[in-house]
């Protein structure tokens, strides 16, 4: 063969290798495979143009009504998979990508449901998909498997975890596995299965409390490894067997709720203890005139117990649940005359500030290469403010991004653990979907139904306020430069043209 001959091959060679490269990518790109995306990433791919303002009456696609449930869209091409409560019901539903229209949707019925509390739902966990089967997991039945047109392929039921309030954690695939994490007061364990039967690899107990934290699959080199987080430690599982590889103990004793990250060779973990763990942001309350100035609707100087909103609570860490003004209204008016007086109000903000850290919340940035005890060899940095109680954290652009209850925002440098910059995001609001990233915008979503855009980068800049207007708790989805967000009510379709209603 010439020479000139040679490099013509050549040349075929290599742009047939990068047309391939480039389909591999963009299938890529159209995928969104279980919780959090790639990699548990929740990061978009760039250059798709998402919008930054949207809601009911702008870029809207398609909206779809959904039965109640907090799982987040799982993507493969044209289908979405999701998951919801109907009555006694747990539905797993395909829906159309492009139009949103449902294609099909299977229920089971289980023996009994799961004892939740009211931030959460039966149907908590979000499916995963390889393409060949989508995989879910319902706490109050176990573990199911669809090929992609809705037949059934296996089923495997486990037991109720022992969990005060219900389970979250999602499935998440590795190697040939399906893999889930349950976490529970006692008997805690994690679980791998076969993906094509359904049938148990590996089975490995852990010794943690109650716990929501999904699993990660972190590959870095050639190296893959799965690391789980737990209430006091962080454990590297090994994909043969699920024997410990390595793990990081001593952490704040608080809810491992928040997924795992990683960039290469470095993992981050953020550790929140359960109270008051954040010393730089104390716990603020308004003073009692702001207080009427935003919720006594009848103007009448008085703090009723009908004004005060659900959500408003004295300690965010704390729920609405514990710490709601309005479900605690009677132990607040001390001399029962049906309205919070000035003084009553001062003696809340009073107590509160009072409360104060035993333990601190960590952000916390670990290298890859441990072994046993990584404590002291394998730490890169630590960090205790803005932990976010329930959200995940989120790296991009080499920087870590966090969002706690109450709407306080912080980023860091990746590399150092340096802060950037914190600050806040709009009104006290609790935030239980992880934010999301891609072409140099970050999305977090608020629990009372606003979706936030902020620039990507070195200072704290708002570019949007979103109203939804339903609540949120479901982390969005990013695929082909638009949003998939769904709410107690509807999942959207967010982009650059109108569709329709379904």
């Known amino acids: 063969m010439t020479r000139h001959r040679y490099i013509i091959w050549a040349g075929l ?55 109640r449930g907090h799982s987040s869209p799982c993507i493969r091409g044209d289908k979405i998979f999701i998951t919801a409560r109907s009555g006694k019901s747990l539905e797993t539903i395909c829906i159309d990508r492009g139009s949103g229209k449902i294609k099909w949707r299977r229920s089971i019925v289980p023996e009994k449901l799961e004892r939740i509390n009211g931030a959460n739902s039966h149907a908590a966990a979000t499916p ?41 954690a999602s499935p998440v695939l590795a190697n040939n596995m399906v893999v889930i994490n349950c976490d529970q007061s006692e008997g805690a364990y994690i ?14 107990g852990r010794q943690e409390r109650a716990g929501w934290s999904t699993p990660v699959l972190w590959k870095h080199g050639d190296a893959e490894e799965l690391v789980v987080l737990g209430n006091n430690t962080l454990i590297s599982y090994d994909l043969k067997d ?9 952490l704040p004793k608080g809810d491992a709720t928040p997924t795992p990250v990683y960039a290469g060779d470095t993992l981050f973990i953020t550790c929140p203890v359960r109270l008051t763990g954040d010393p730089v942001n104390p716990i603020e309350l308004p003073d009692f005139n702001i207080l009427l100035e935003r919720y006594d609707s009848d103007k009448d100087g008085r703090l009723v117990q009908a004004e005060i909103p659900d959500e408003f609570v004295s300690i965010y860490r704390l729920g609405p649940q514990l710490a ?70 989120l790296f991009y652009q080499g920087r870590i991004y966090l969002v706690k209850h109450g709407g306080n925002v912080t980023c860091y440098d990746a590399t150092t653990g340096d802060k950037v910059y914190g600050d806040k995001l709009g009104p006290r609001a609790y935030y239980y979907a992880s934010p999301v990233a891609a072409d140099g915008k970050i999305y977090f979503c608020s629990r009372n139904g606003v979706v ?45 043209a109108k569709i329709e209603t379904n």
């Open 13 to 67: 060679i290599a742009a047939f290798l990068l047309w391939q490269s480039s389909k591999i990518s963009r299938a890529d790109e159209s995928n969104w495979p279980g919780f959090r995306g790639p990699n548990s990433s929740g990061l978009g791919a760039e250059g798709q143009d998402f919008p930054v303002e949207f809601g009911p009456e702008q870029n809207l696609l398609w909206k779809t009504s959904l039965r």
């Open 128 to 168: 995963v998909c390889d393409g060949k089967r989508v995989y879910v997991y319902f706490g109050s039945f176990g573990l199911l498997a669809y090929d992609m047109e809705g037949n059934e392929l296996w089923r495997k039921p486990l037991p109720i975890p022992n969990n005060q309030h219900g389970s979250a």
């Open 191 to 204: 679980l791998a299965v076969n993906r094509d039967t359904g049938k148990t690899i590996w089975r490995q």
């Open 242 to 250: 699920g024997g410990k590889r390595w793990w990081l103990g001593n």
């Open 324 to 393: 709601g003004v309005k479900r605690r209204f009677s132990k607040l008016d001390t001399d029962q005359d049906g309205a919070i007086s000035e003084a009553e109000w001062n003696k809340v903000v009073t107590d509160t500030k009072k409360i104060k850290p035993r333990q601190m919340d960590n952000l916390v940035a670990i290298r890859s290469g441990g072994k046993d005890d990584v404590s002291r060899t394998h730490v890169k940095w630590t960090v205790y403010e803005g932990i976010g109680q329930v959200p995940s954290p």
């Open 452 to 496: 936030i855009v902020l620039e990507a980068g070195d200072k704290f800049e708002i570019l949007a306020q979103n109203k939804i207007g339903e609540r949120i708790n479901a982390t969005p989805a990013l695929v082909d430069g638009k949003i998939y967000l769904r709410t107690d009510k509807n999942i959207y379709a967010f982009g650059n």
